[in-house]
C-alpha cells in the first residue's frame, strides 16, 4: 500500500518527502498508524553513510515507533485494532540461533533492522518510522502502557532499553552506586531508570552547567569529571558505569572510579577507546558493551516505565522540521529527544 513518508535519496539529499510501499499484512502481521517516531543520532549517522559505507537508499529512518494498530493478520493472537503498541531497532531475526532462543534477538548474525536493511522474506529495504504506517511481525510489536505521555514514549523503543538492557544485565540493586557519564538522549533514560530501580545515581560530566538538570532528572550527585578533587572523592567507589558518549574518549579516569571486580558498559562509543591495563588488573575490572535488548526484555522496560511513569523528555516537532532537528542535534541542542509528529505528515 503506498505510504507517505520523510526519507533521503542518497548521502548528501536533505530529509525529504517520499512515498514508499507498505506490504498488506499477512498471518503474522501487524498494520500500525503510527502516531510519532523519535529520532536518534544514529538515523543521522545512517543517512548521511556515515557507518563504513553500509547505507542503503533510498532510506526512510526512524526505529523509535509508536502507534495503533489498525488490522492484524489472521494468526495474530498478542494484539488487536486499536491498541497503542511500539516498534524499536529490529523487525526480523533468524528466530533459531542461540542468541534469538535466549530472548537476545539483538545479537542474531541475521537481525533484520527497521530501517537501512535487506528484508530476505518479503524482499526490498526496510523503510522505518518516518511515515504514516508501517507492517511489522507480531513477535517485533511491543505493548506501550496507556498511562505513559505516548508522544514521550517513542525514545524508549532505542534510549530506553538501550539504558534498561545494562541495568538488568548487571543487576543493578537498590543502594548501589551507578554512574551515567553524559547527559544526553541516552544518559538522561540512565539517569531516570537507574533511579526508579534505587540505585544512587551520580551523573558523571564535563559540564557543570548541567548538573542542575540532572538533579531534576533523579541524580543524587553530580561529578564533574575534568576536576581531579572529584575524581579523587569518587575513586574505587561505583558498583557501575555506563558510557553514553558518542564520541572515542580517555575511559582511565573513569575505570578508577569502580570498584573492585566492577565493570563500565559502553553503550555509546563506537569509535576506538583508550584502556591502560594496569587500570584493569590491579582492580579486576572489567570493560564492557552492551546493545538495546531483546523484544521480551523491550516489553519488560515498558511495563517498568508504566509502572514507575517513566517517558523521555521530548522536543516535538513536525515533519518537515527533521532537517532543522539534525543541525541541531549535532550541536546537542536538544533536551533530550526530538520526535516527530507523523499527523503533521498529512497537512
Not at 536493511?117 to 505493548?143: C, M, N, Q, W
Not at 564520541?247 to 577507546?273: E, F, Q
Not at 583508550?274 to 511495563?303: F, K, P, W
Request: hydrophobic share 40%; with cysteine.
Amino acid at each position: 500500500m503506498k505510504t507517505a513518508a520523510y526519507g533521503v535519496q542518497n548521502a548528501t539529499s536533505p530529509v525529504a518527502p517520499m512515498s514508499i510501499d507498505r506490504r498488506e499484512p499477512g498471518p503474522n502481521d501487524v498494520l500500525i498508524d503510527i502516531e510519532y517516531c523519535g529520532i536518534c543520532h544514529s538515523d543521522i549517522h545512517q543517512a548521511r553513510n556515515e557507518w563504513g559505507g553500509g547505507s542503503l537508499y533510498p532510506m526512510v529512518p526512524g526505529h523509535e515507533i509508536v502507534g495503533r494498530v489498525r488490522q492484524v493478520g489472521p494468526q495474530v493472537s498478542k494484539f488487536k485494532p486499536g491498541q497503542l503498541v511500539g516498534v524499536g531497532c529490529m523487525v526480523d531475526s533468524c528466530r533459531h540461533c542461540e542468541a534469538c532462543d535466549e530472548g537476545e534477538e539483538q545479537y542474531c548474525d541475521h537481525t533484520v533492522f527497521t530501517y537501512n536493511a535487506k528484508d530476505p522474506k518479503h524482499g526490498g529495504l526496510t523503510f522505518g518510522g518516518y511515515a504514516e504506517r508501517i507492517t511489522v511481525d507480531e513477535h517485533f510489536v511491543v505493548s506501550v502502557p496507556e498511562n505513559l505521555d505516548t508522544k514521550a514514549v517513542a525514545p524508549l523503543l532505542c534510549a530506553g532499553i538501550t539504558l534498561y538492557s545494562p541495568l538488568k544485565h548487571w543487576q543493578v540493586q537498590p543502594g548501589q552506586k551507578v554512574g551515567i557519564i553524559g547527559l544526553g538522549g541516552l544518559g538522561h533514560m540512565g539517569v531516570k531508570l537507574a533511579a526508579a530501580m534505587g540505585a544512587h545515581v551520580v551523573m558523571i560530566t564535563t559540564s557543570a552547567s548541567k548538573a542542575a538538570d540532572a538533579t531534576k532528572l533523579g541524580a543524587h550527585e553530580v561529578l564533574i569529571s575534568t576536576q581531579a578533587e572529584d575524581l579523587a572523592k569518587h575513586a574505587s567507589s561505583f558498583d557501575l558505569i555506563i558510557d553514553t558518549v558518542p564520541v572515542a574518549h580517555d575511559l582511565n579516569p573513569y575505570i578508577g572510579l569502580l570498584k573492585r571486580d566492577k565493570t563500565i558498559v559502553l553503550v555509546g562509543p563506537l569509535d576506538p577507546v583508550d584502556v591502560h591495563g594496569a587500570n584493569l588488573i590491579t582492580q579486576r575490572r572489567h570493560v564492557a558493551g552492551s546493545l538495546i535488548g531483546g523484544i521480551a526484555e523491550t516489553q519488560e522496560m515498558l511495563d517498568f516505565c508504566g509502572k514507575h511513569n517513566i517517558v523521555s523528555d521530548v522536543e516535538m516537532i513536525d515533519a518537515n522540521y527533521i532537517n532543522d532537528a539534525y543541525e541541531r542535534m549535532l550541536k546537542s541542542d536538544v533536551k533530550y529527544r526530538f520526535v516527530i509528529d507523523i499527523n503533521s505528515m498529512k497537512a
